[in-house]
């Protein structure tokens, strides 16, 4: 057994304020199909069950491979547990002609069918959106690839990493006079997930006014060059190409992370001129607030040494603990630089309960983000981990879904 941090044995909010199994889902009436593997497509279908809805996970015999990726726990993957949440595992091997029929008369009764295989793979399979469409007019098929189901990159390899390197990211990512960096964790597929999950509620809420399905074709890599803000914007009208600057910003300053004197660091913010100002008066240099260069973000910018110095100094004369109420008093932005431990322990984390310990019958129970926002009338709830590889596949074939 991997060691476990001390946490809580349960959850810090009242029992009257945790969500009740009754509380009506928003998405209870709608049914998903999950053939994705990984992570991007899966993730979004995982938002989804979080709302109610009934997703069925299609995995090969083999399983998907997200089971071997990441950390286990005696033998447990511990990120199929979050990922797949809220979902039932069937095993079904789409690839067997054996089992078209078993498979469409699934597709039949569903709302939506979530996959993220290269262009033309269902279409080899006979299970092309014109045949599913034909079986079921009303099925919403998402279709979640790395670089869309056309033009010309469409059939190659898509994975969150492609995208991280192609969007972007990589590029403006890493210190001044380093290499591009890469993300250490898959921002990309999580970033797509989120925009299929889009997709995916437009398209249902659409179906009602046009009376049909439709196909939504999500892009890993567009996903995240829309995440990118206005670079390509600014690039446009003026030939801007962001530059590595490690952890401070081309858009406004200080902006950075400092070290603190028992070793700790914290991320300080000033993007508008009035937090600026209380930033440095609060370290000892109030002159630089009337500085010409000082009214503006791209001013600031242009004088980030001069900051980042004045913050430097202060904030390493103080523990960390000094530092965040010194700031806090001062009306300015500043956070800890936490690890995940932190994040557990975290009062307001705490209290909003913002990672859940769920009941598991491998692990006994499996701490995992919560649902990342919040209904005021339908909330959504994990209600179970990811499942054993075909733990629903009698259950599901033989009709009984809920």
């Given at each position: 057994m991997s060691s476990i941090l001390p946490l809580p044995e349960e959850d810090p909010m009242p029992e009257e304020d945790v969500v009740p199994d009754s509380t009506p889902a928003p998405l209870a009436d709608v049914k998903v199909i999950d053939i994705g593997t990984l992570l991007a497509a899966p993730f979004a279908a995982a938002m989804l069950g979080d709302f109610g809805a009934e997703v069925i996970k299609i995995e090969h015999?083999?399983?998907?491979?997200?089971?071997?990726?990441?950390?286990?726990?005696?033998?447990?993957?511990?990120?199929?547990?979050?990922?797949?949440?809220?979902?039932?595992?069937?095993?079904?091997?789409?690839?067997?002609?054996?089992?078209?029929?078993r498979f469409m008369d699934l597709v039949t009764g569903a709302d939506v069918l979530i996959e993220n295989f290269r262009p033309g793979t269902l279409e080899r399979w006979g299970f092309s959106p014109e045949v599913l469409h034909k079986a079921n007019p009303d099925l919403v098929v998402t279709r979640v690839t790395g670089f869309g189901q056309d033009g010309p990159y469409a059939n190659r390899p898509g994975f969150g990493t492609l995208a991280e390197a192609m969007s972007g990211l990589a590029a403006m990512s890493g210190e001044r006079d380093g290499p591009p960096l890469l993300p250490a964790f898959p921002l990309a597929d999580v970033m797509a997930g989120v925009q299929a999950a889009c997709a995916t509620l437009i398209a249902l809420h659409a179906r009602r006014r046009i009376g049909r399905g439709q196909v939504a074709d999500v892009s890993i890599t567009e996903a995240m060059i829309a995440a990118m803000g206005a670079q390509v914007t600014a690039y446009d009208k003026l030939g801007v190409i962001p530059r590595r600057v490690g952890s401070g910003s081309d858009n406004n300053a200080p902006r950075n992370v400092y070290r603190c004197a028992d070793g700790r660091w914290v991320a300080v913010s000033a993007p508008a001129r009035s937090v600026a100002e209380r930033v440095v008066r609060l370290v000892g240099r109030p002159e630089l607030a009337g500085e010409p260069w000082f009214a503006s973000g791209r001013g600031r910018v242009s004088h980030r040494a001069v900051l980042d110095d004045a913050l430097g100094e202060y904030i390493g004369r103080f523990r960390r603990d000094e530092v965040i109420a010194a700031f806090e008093d001062a009306?300015?932005?500043?956070?800890?630089?936490?690890?995940?431990?932190?994040?557990?322990?975290?009062?307001?984390?705490?209290?909003?309960?913002?990672?859940?310990?769920?009941?598991?019958?491998?692990?006994?129970?499996?701490?995992?983000?919560?649902?990342?926002?919040?209904?005021?009338?339908?909330?959504?709830?994990i209600r179970w981990p990811g499942p054993r590889l075909g733990e629903h596949t009698d259950d599901v074939l033989n009709g009984d879904h809920r």
């Open positions: 015999p083999t399983g998907d491979p997200l089971r071997g990726y990441g950390y286990q726990c005696d033998d447990v993957p511990l990120l199929w547990k979050s990922v797949n949440r809220n979902k039932k595992s069937v095993v079904l091997d789409l690839k067997d002609p054996q089992n078209h029929h009306g300015a932005a500043v956070a800890p630089i936490y690890e995940v431990d932190d994040v557990l322990r975290d009062p307001h984390f705490l209290a909003r309960q913002a990672t859940v310990a769920v009941p598991d019958d491998e692990l006994d129970s499996v701490r995992m983000p919560n649902v990342a926002f919040r209904l005021s009338e339908t909330p959504g709830r």
